[in-house]
């Protein structure tokens, strides 16, 4: 099959949206898929792709001829920009991962136009809850992660402490995560935390860790590579993700239970569809809430276990062969 893959995230930019992009590209090229990506990122002073062509910034006429060219527009997150891409006439099938709404969950004109647009095509939402307020026809495909990198090295006995990965801005809800290290110190628990990431609370955490008195606790790692990301896990016993927005999904958990770390994330939006069954959630904001789960794992090694049992089962279908397999037989149906 033809397939042009837009993408208006892509490499050399890195994010949850250009990873699943990998995972996917990675997949339809190894089945033998033709794909050509189209991207509003410039390749900069980093070496461009090898494995697939990539068009960057392309002009109208360019992106009406490759629409042409292909059995179906694939659009990995709606970009209007690749109006041209829409009007061809060729089958187009949409991926939600990210909200179509404003920071503040607003609508704007733009997201309404967005949300219309999309109606009127096969969509694939990365969870349940992205599915609140998209019409027309669609499907939940929950993401993949990387099992060429992220898996068990590691015993349960040999590990210690709570990670965190992500960007270092408020929405992460950092400060939960060290409010809890703090509250697992008074009740007899002190625990290692290492964050991974960079952004522009970072000195305002280190400020905070300082504050309550657990800095000693504390290590900030700045950005990592994934194969070292995937080491730290497999040294930790829980990835919490405190977040204090509504995650669309949450990959990270994905990648920390396949490290054999427990995900303790916040119960709101797609993470709980992320964790399933293999974590634990808090309510957002709840610090104590986020101690009292570790507490209750570090004291029950039955119900530890029985976590890891499940999260065996659940890894399983967030392969990338897997979830691939599910979009391009999205990708089939519409192209007929």
Sequence with gaps: MKILFVCYAFYPSMGGIESTA???????????????????????????????????????????KLARWADVVYHHNPALSFWPTLVIGKPVVYSLHTWIARQDGSISKVDRIKRWWISRSPWIANSRAMTSGISGTGVVIHNGYDDSIFKLERDWESRQGIAFVGRLVSDKGVPVLLKAARRLVDLGFPMPISIVGSGDELDTLKGLANELGIQQLVTFHGRLEPTRIAELLNQSRYIAIPSEWEEPFGIVALE?????????????????????????????????????LVVRLENNAEEAHSIHEKQTAHLETHRPKAVAREYMGVLQAAAG
């Design 256 to 292: 920390g239970m396949a490290c054999g770390a427990i995900p303790i994330a916040t119960r709101s939006g797609g993470l709980a569809e992320a964790i399933g069954e293999g974590g634990l959630l808090f309510d957002r904001g709840d610090f104590e809430g986020l101690a009292e």
């Design 22 to 64: 990998e995972h996917l590209l990675k997949e339809w090229i190894g089945d033998g898929h033709d794909v050509v990506v189209l991207t509003q990122i410039p390749i900069g002073d980093q070496p461009e792709r090898q494995d697939v062509i990539v068009k960057r910034q392309p002009g109208i006429l360019e992106q009406a």
